[in-house]
Structures are given as structure tokens and as C-alpha cells.
């Protein structure tokens, strides 16, 4: 059994920022940015390369000293405490392991320093490694681990202590489907679910629509929109793509797709049986389309739908925000 | 302290499978050690075989060398003159040298590795942190040191005791220099190492920066072989002060440079 939280999620705010600048030089990485996670939610933050999402990270993790503004965790100021430490678990960028130890070792001892004994450390380390298909026994230096492999190991290494806080930079990157899968429920699912508050920064779209509660999509160290990826595609995005791949595809079947209502943009590529299409209102269009297909005899072999429209509102924003100083 | 030791524990058993660094570990302070006992056996080995000689290097020496020898023979006072004006302050070098090579490696190899920052959001305290940093290259270097020491004694002794009717290697002055002195010399040249890694850009630069620290050493054996004689019974007591303060001063500036600039931003 692992010690008991330090500390419980109360009801305010888990993380919260409040009006922070920090500047590189002469970059400006975080512009006035504030934000709040409610206990139990999950925050993305999503927005393209430089736009200070790590550099967010970074000071809620205490590894990098606001220009201006605070940070806090669970209420308590961001001023790396031993307390907020303890119910921090924050994996930044790259993994970052020590290469001449084994897998054992190197969780062996960042468990004792998150004050773990070393029977809960054994059991503790065995469970996530048995979660994240890790072999506890291999000899094998970490040195010689591939990436995916040295994600892993840095992700396990932030679960050790059972966090109620999580700040998550780029987790699933380098992971292959199954684990990025296994990591989520991990983290997402089961009965501990509420009881963590998770910031994740993160490029993939989709990825952030299938975990997120809320999404932030920040540029230029500021946050343009913020909410739940339906209000975002409610806001700012005017449909979704639509992708299906079909057992044969016929000319006529742009038409059928055409007549089913609005939508837009229709573009076949016979040599993959692909059918594309974007549109307005896809829990309304997309029965329509497929019972007329089907009427006319196509065989559906699959339907997509790309970044549910996130990727629009995304774009959006972020073109609209270019000319912005 | 616990977190402090589990810290150093894992570096140690990082430097134990470095081949490298392991490999010079050893290979440096033997050679050191064999390079003077060798020296002081063709030293003596000639002027037992010259002894014509004897008088006319006696009169050439600085009078403060033969401070304190009136009692002995012309051929002890020979004898002891090596161990007296070279041997201390190279155990001095020693320790400086072994915890260049680890200490150089330890915040600033840490930032190159991205290893540092899972280290900085762990619940370990900055005091927890540094000492387990100063421990690191502080033991090792503290163990090298008084091996050698042995191996010197045992060395030494065998050319310069027999000359005498008790032995007079190693003396008290000897003994509580490497039993006091070194730690306390080595605890401040790891601290000042430290401060440097914390701000070096790279290991490189750490590297580099730390050679400066051997000035003093140096500058120490050049005064010594001048026949300014620093380690003695009257000086010996103000060294040890003079050190005390200055590691506990290099500690506070450590916790400082953690707490306050040295690796956020």
C-alpha cells in the first residue's frame, strides 16, 4: 500500500496561474498567461512550437521563476517546497535517465527519495511496470533503451508517488498505439480518476480531444480561447472532416454525399477508395450520408472523423493571431 | 541526510561502471605516489653512493629547510629534506585532482542530460541535495588520498627510516595534516567545484574552470619550496580554522546558488 496523499483535492482550483510574463532575453515566452484546473479535470494545452506551453510547465513545476504573477498548487504558492513537491509529478521534454543504471535502479531511487520504503517501492515499481509492459528485471542499462522505451521509464517514474497533480509535457510522445492506450486509461480511467488534475501539453489534436475536459489553445504566450473542445468547434470551427473508406468507390457517390444536406468540400481518390467530405453538423450529415450510401449498394469499410473540428478552430485562431504583435 | 546519501549512492554506482573515470581514479594517485617514492629512492640511492656530496647540497639548502634538524646527522637531514619540502602540499594535489574529475560532471552534466530537472521536482531540500553532491567526490577522493598516503608511508619508510634510530615517517605533523587538513582542504576545493558545475554552461567549461582551482596548490608547493615552511605545529591549528571558515562560508554560497540563480531560471 502507498502512503496516503498528502494532500486531497479540495475545492478550489488544483493549478491555477495567475497573470504570469516571463521573458527569454528579449523573447517574450509567457505575455500576462492565467489559467485555473478545477480537482479531477484534465487541461490542455495545446498551440504550436514556442508558443509556452513547456515554458507553463516549467514554472508550475518550480524549475523556472515567473518574471511577473504567481503559480499554485492545491492553494499553495509555487515556491519548491518539499509540500508541493510531494503532490507534484511533472514529466518536462525529454526523459532525462540516468543511462548507467538499470530500470530497477533508477526507480529504486527515485522512489526513496519520494519517501517510499522499500517494500511499497517493490510493489509500486512492479505495478507500473507490469502497466507499462516494462521489464523489471532486465539487466540492461537504460542507456540502451529506445526512446519509446525511455518515455516509459520517465513516466513511471512520476506515477511512483501517486501524485494528485500531474503536469504532463508531450506525454505519449515516442510511444507506440497500445501503451499511448494503456497510459491513458492508466491515468484517465479507473477509480482513481478524480482524484488526479492533470495539465497536458500537447500537439496532437485528437489526442487532446479524447482526454482533455477543457482545452487552452495558447500562442505567443498567451491563451486565445479556452474550453471544452465542443464549445471550441462551436466557436470557431464551421464543420468537421469527414473520412470514409469504401470497399469500391463510384463517381456517383459524390452526388449521393452531396444530396444527404450541408456539405462541403467533396473529394474522391479512387485508388484508395477514399471519400472525403466536410461537414456542418456530423451527428446530423453523417447517418444521412451513410444510409444513402448503403441504399446504393457501397460497402462503408470505415468513418473518420479528423480532429472533430478542433483542427479548424486551431487553425483559425492561430492564423487570426499572426498578424496580432 | 538519508536523501543526501541515496543521492550519492546512485552517483557512485554510476562512476563505478564509467571505465574512464574509474581508470584514472586509480591510475593517477599510483603514479603519483610511485613517481615520488621513486624520486626520493635514486635521491637517496645517490647520495648514499656520493656522500662527498652530502655537505655541499646541506650548504646550498635555505636555512629555514634545516629549521628544527640540529639534532640529526648530515646524511638523516638529507633524508628528511624531501618529505619535508615536497610531500605535504602534494597531498594537497591528490584530492583536488580526484574530485576534479567527479565534481566537474555534477550539475552541470546533470543540465546536459536533462537529468537534473526530475532531481529538482523530487522532495528532496537544497541541503539535501548538496551534500549528497559534496559526498559524491568527497569520499572517493578521501579514500584515494589516504591510500595513498599508505602506499607512501609504506614506501617512504623504507628508505628514510632505517637512516634514523626511530622512525620519523610519518611524523605528527604528517599525520594530523592528512587526517584533518586533506578533509577539510577537500571539502572547500569540492564546494568551490560545485558552485562552478552549478554555473558552468557544460561540463567542458566546468572542466576548464576547475584547473584554476590548482593555482593554490601550487602556489602552496612553490612557497614550500622556497623554505617558506606552512605546515607546521604553529601553523597548523590557524590552517584548520582558516579552512573550517572557508567551507562552512562555500556551503552557505552552495545553498544560495541552489536557492536563489544557479539552476532556474
Same mark, same amino acid.
Request: glycine content about 28%; aromatic content about 14%.
Given at each position: 500500500m502507498l502512503p496516503p496523499l498528502p494532500l486531497l483535492p479540495g475545492t478550489g482550483p488544483m493549478i491555477r496561474i495567475e497573470d504570469v510574463h516571463k521573458s527569454f532575453g528579449t523573447v517574450k515566452a509567457l505575455d500576462g498567461l492565467s489559467l485555473e484546473v478545477p480537482p479531477g479535470k484534465v487541461f490542455g494545452l495545446i498551440g504550436p512550437n514556442g508558443a509556452g506551453k513547456t515554458t507553463t510547465i516549467r514554472i508550475l513545476a518550480g524549475l523556472l521563476r515567473p518574471d511577473e504573477g504567481r503559480a499554485f498548487l492545491n492553494g499553495l504558492g509555487q515556491d519548491r517546497s518539499i509540500e508541493t513537491r510531494r503532490i507534484l509529478g511533472a514529466l518536462i521534454e525529454q526523459p532525462g535517465l540516468y543511462g548507467k543504471l538499470t530500470l530497477q535502479e533508477y526507480l529504486t531511487f527515485f522512489a526513496r527519495l519520494y519517501d517510499l520504503d522499500r517494500g511499497q517501492a517493490r510493489k509500486r515499481i512492479q505495478d507500473l511496470c507490469e502497466l507499462l509492459d516494462l521489464n523489471v528485471q532486465t539487466r540492461e542499462r537504460l542507456q540502451g533503451f529506445s526512446l519509446g522505451m525511455k518515455q516509459k521509464v520517465a513516466l513511471a517514474r512520476i506515477l511512483l508517488h501517486d501524485p494528485p497533480i500531474l503536469l504532463l509535457d508531450e506525454p505519449t510522445a515516442g510511444l507506440d498505439p497500445l501503451i499511448t492506450k494503456k497510459v491513458r486509461e492508466h491515468l484517465l480511467g479507473g477509480k482513481d480518476r478524480k482524484r488526479k488534475t492533470i495539465l497536458i501539453s500537447t500537439h496532437n489534436l485528437d489526442e487532446a480531444i479524447r482526454v482533455c475536459d477543457e482545452i487552452a489553445i495558447i500562442h505567443k504566450g498567451r491563451i486565445l480561447e479556452k474550453g471544452s473542445w465542443e464549445e471550441l468547434r462551436e466557436r470557431h470551427a464551421s464543420g468537421c472532416r469527414v473520412v470514409m473508406y469504401l470497399r469500391e468507390l463510384r463517381e456517383d457517390h459524390a452526388d449521393l454525399v452531396k444530396e444527404s444536406g450541408a456539405v462541403s468540400e467533396i473529394a474522391l481518390d479512387p485508388d484508395r477508395n477514399r471519400l472525403a467530405y466536410t461537414a456542418a453538423d456530423v451527428a446530423e450529415t453523417n447517418p444521412l450520408v451513410i444510409a444513402r450510401l448503403a441504399a446504393a449498394g457501397a460497402r462503408i469499410v470505415s468513418v473518420e472523423v479528423e480532429g472533430a473540428g478542433l483542427d479548424q478552430a486551431y487553425s483559425r485562431l492561430i492564423e487570426g493571431s499572426e498578424g496580432t504583435p | 541526510m538519508k536523501k543526501a546519501w541515496f543521492i550519492a549512492m546512485k552517483e557512485w554506482r554510476e562512476i563505478l561502471r564509467d571505465f574512464y573515470v574509474m581508470g584514472i581514479l586509480v591510475f593517477l594517485p599510483l603514479t603519483m605516489v610511485g613517481t615520488l617514492v621513486l624520486l626520493i629512492h635514486f635521491y637517496m640511492t645517490f647520495f648514499l653512493q656520493n656522500l662527498d656530496k652530502v655537505q655541499l647540497m646541506l650548504s646550498s639548502m635555505p636555512s629555514a629547510y634545516l629549521? !628544527?634538524? $640540529? !639534532?640529526? $646527522?648530515d646524511i638523516q637531514k638529507v633524508a628528511i629534506l624531501p618529505i619535508k619540502i615536497v610531500g605535504l602540499p602534494f597531498f594537497l594535489l591528490i584530492p583536488l585532482l580526484m574530485s576534479g574529475i567527479i565534481t566537474s560532471d555534477s550539475f552541470a552534466g546533470e543540465r546536459e542530460r536533462n537529468t537534473l530537472e526530475p532531481l529538482l521536482t523530487a522532495p528532496v531540500t537544497d541541503r539535501q541535495l548538496l551534500l549528497g553532491k559534496i559526498l559524491t567526490p568527497f569520499v572517493p577522493a578521501l579514500v584515494v588520498t589516504w591510500a595513498s598516503f599508505a602506499l607512501l608511508t609504506k614506501g617512504v619508510s623504507k628508505l628514510i627510516n632505517p637512516h634514523f634510530l626511530s622512525p620519523v615517517f610519518p611524523d605528527t605533523i604528517w599525520i594530523v595534516s592528512v587526517a584533518l587538513v586533506v578533509p577539510l582542504f577537500l571539502a572547500g576545493a569540492v564546494l568551490a567545484e560545485i558552485l562552478i558545475s552549478a554555473r558552468a554552461s557544460s561540463v567542458k567549461a566546468a572542466s576548464a574552470l576547475n584547473m584554476l582551482l590548482s593555482f593554490p596548490v601550487l602556489g602552496v608547493m612553490l612557497m614550500q619550496s622556497t623554505g617558506f615552511v606552512l605546515f607546521s605545529a604553529r601553523t597548523l591549528p590557524w590552517m584548520l580554522l582558516s579552512l573550517a571558515a572557508l567551507d562552512a562560508a562555500l556551503f552557505t554560497a552552495g545553498l544560495r546558488v541552489l536557492r536563489d540563480k544557479g539552476l532556474r531560471g
Open positions: - | 629549521k !628544527g634538524l $640540529s !639534532g640529526y $646527522s
